[in-house]
């Protein structure tokens, strides 16, 4: 069983930064595809970020590409997320998912087995 745990949300005025931190624990680290989805009131859960085991590829949506970059520290089992130019669109719960093999599109939700609780965002205008 795989556990992961999302830190650093909060309520940010437009503009401002944060950094997420999803860390896992119950089993090793190696081999997951990382991704990091979120989801706002009353819509659905979408993709936001991804980042596979080893080598540099990253995968991003559109509305975040260039703004958000996901990162891993696999020594620490943990993958980061930092939010630049936040805007008030942003303002979700965003999840940290974990995925045991290789996804195909990492975009799609069904592709990861394994979810944190969330942590809030919060952006002001």
């Known amino acids: 069983q795989v556990q992961l745990v999302e830190s650093g949300g909060g309520l940010v005025q437009a503009g401002d930064s944060l950094r997420l931190s999803c860390v896992a624990s119950?089993?090793?680290?190696?081999?997951?595809?990382m991704g990091w989805f979120r989801q706002a009131p009353e819509k659905e859960r979408v993709f936001v970020a991804a980042?596979?085991?080893?080598?540099?590829?990253?995968y991003y949506s559109y509305s975040v590409n260039g703004r958000f970059t996901i990162s891993r520290d696999n020594a620490k089992n943990t993958v980061y997320l930092q939010l630049n130019s936040l805007e008030p669109e942003d303002t979700a719960v965003y999840y940290c998912?974990?995925?045991?093999?290789?996804?195909?599109?990492?975009?799609?939700?069904?592709?990861?087995?394994?979810w944190g609780q969330g942590t809030q965002v919060t952006v002001s205008s």
């Open positions: 980042i596979p085991w080893s080598g540099p590829s990253t």
């Open positions: 998912a974990a995925a045991n093999a290789a996804p195909y599109t990492y975009s799609d939700y069904l592709e990861y087995d394994h």
């Open positions: 119950g089993r090793t680290f190696s081999g997951f595809a």
